[in-house]
């Protein structure tokens, strides 16, 4: 078992950047596979970003890819999200979301364990 507890959310001007920390519980951090989803209102949870168990592999959404960066400290058992030039387009509750083994990393009904949501707005 994991329990995951998101931070660093907040409201950003377009272009800005906000960094999102998730701390996870437990003394097997890091054999988990670790990734970030969001939510906007009125739409369906999606992929972000992801990572392997060393942090050495990482995925990110084409919206993303090149604005934000995955990372992980094993010895801090906590992931993070590094997100720079945002967008309005950006803003949604992101969720950390932690699996031993999911099939399908950028699907979240493989991810077992889920932290509770940190908002992100980014004004335009």
């Known amino acids: 078992q994991v329990q995951l507890v998101e931070s660093g959310g907040g409201l950003v001007q377009a272009g800005g950047s906000l960094k999102l920390s998730c701390a996870a519980s437990?003394?097997?951090?890091?054999?988990?596979?670790m990734a970030w989803f969001r939510q906007a209102p009125g739409k369906e949870r999606e992929f972000v970003a992801a990572?392997?168990?060393?942090?050495?592999?990482?995925y990110y959404a084409d919206s993303v890819k090149g604005r934000f960066t995955i990372s992980r400290d094993n010895a801090k058992n906590t992931v993070y999200l590094q997100m720079n030039s945002l967008k309005p387009e950006d803003t949604a509750v992101y969720y950390c979301?932690?699996?031993?083994?999911?099939?399908?990393?950028?699907?979240?009904?493989?991810?077992?364990?889920w932290g509770q949501g940190t908002q992100v707005t980014v004004s335009s």
């Open positions: 979301a932690a699996d031993l083994n999911p099939r399908n990393r950028y699907g979240s009904n493989w991810y077992n364990y």
């Open positions: 437990g003394r097997t951090f890091s054999s988990y596979a």
């Open positions: 990572t392997n168990w060393s942090g050495r592999l990482t």
